[in-house]
């Protein structure tokens, strides 16, 4: 009789192929299966037969070849594909087996498909797994969360399989039950899109106001790469800068078409945070952004009939990169502050037990968005798991006052200057937003009242009471009742 497989890899494109590999370099045998045949056989012939991967074509011998309990990990698109395959793997499980969703699935499948499977006394983990192919291959950041009697199962093979701090903490922990992991995963793509759009303003600016060109921008994103910006997003972004295009000899950036795309990660974000109330606005400025590039025609013929003011700098250009350098650091404080609100919101909101600082912890080495500061993130949460805001912890709000004078040249200049910094300049109120003890929604208030009679609380009353004015002497005095969206 063959040996049982340790873990089943469902789906073997490039994600699923690289885990399988990963998995069996740490000493686990997984057993693979693909809905296309010739994938196994391509996948087998390259590296699963050398490895004594079992390789399977039919999902009933792909079950059959796993110990029990179960551990079946599908890599395959998020969305029905996922539903279509847990209805054909039910059948042919037992109790206590353990499905494991590792795509970018939608937080409230993942919850809808942990209370399913339940339900048949089985279980479901939803885990983000973050860091590409290359992540996946040699050490992913993993976010899982679901049905937690699956964890003791797991464990060991997630901390195996996952990225490795340098002190060898691996960049994986269960993050709490139902959709908290996939949650989890895609407010880590609501920051990945801010950053990466702070990244591009950062670019924009040294590229329209100071005249740079990528090859002078290449040693600047090297050095900030060093210091408190030091993160793979920067590394990478120094190195695109870099690259030169073999036909035309120009820099390979400057060659690609300006509209990018997105699979929806961002935009769930910023939706979650209008459900649960949280205010993410960088977060979605960085969507919406995506969604301004995508409309090239439009923006190439508004630019023949829209005009606007000089956009030429003549103050010190060194003294205006390094603005620049700390506009970005305050901006992506404030980027990761609102993150952490959501996750922090969304925990009330579906009763999650998040430990913020333990997700800051995952965070610091092979997904996305890593970088030196989540070790900061992390200090400020364990020290004081219930910080409201990350602005409020002395290392951050040292960081921003240090910053801010930079940071609000930097909007300014781009401002006056008609350079688009939608996340940067969303960063900068929301920390004047966030610093304010009165912002002026008492108009709001007063203007709700006046054609709605939604009526208002006062500053001199205690919070709870609701007054009504009539405004114009002629309306009536009932008041409408009170209620939140
Ligand atoms: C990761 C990434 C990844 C995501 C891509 C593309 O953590 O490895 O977040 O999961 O799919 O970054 O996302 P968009 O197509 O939405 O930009």
Known sequence: MTKKADIGMLGLAVMGRSLALNINDHGYLPAVYSI????????MEA???ARNITGTKELADFVAALKRPRRIWMMIRAGSPVDEMIEKLVPLLDKGDIIIDGGNSNYHDTIRRVALLESKGLRFVGTGVSGGEEGARHGPALMPGGSSAAWPHLESVFSDIAAKLKDGTPCSDWVGQSGAGHYVKMVHNGIEYSDMQMIAEAYAMMKHLLGMSPADMQPVFKAWNEGELNSYLIEITADIMGHVDEETGQPLVEMILDTAGQKGTGKWTSQSALDVGAPAPTIAEAVFARFMSAVKEERVAAAQVLSGPDITFSGDKAAMVED???????????????????????AGEYNWN??????AGIWRGGCIIRAGFLYNIKEAFDENADLPNLLLHPFFKEAVERSQAAWRRVVAAAVTRGVPAPSMSSALAYFDSYRSDRLPANVLQAQRDYFGAHTYERIDQPRGRFFHTNWTGHGGNVSATTYTA
């Open 47 to 49: 590296e699963g037969r």
């Open 354 to 359: 998040l430990n913020y600082g333990a997700i």
């Open 324 to 346: 620049i350098r700390q506009a970005l650091f305050a901006s992506k404080i404030c980027s990761y502050a609102q993150g952490f609100q959501l996750l922090r919101y969304a």
């Open 36 to 43: 296309d045949p010739a994938e196994v056989d391509r996948f």
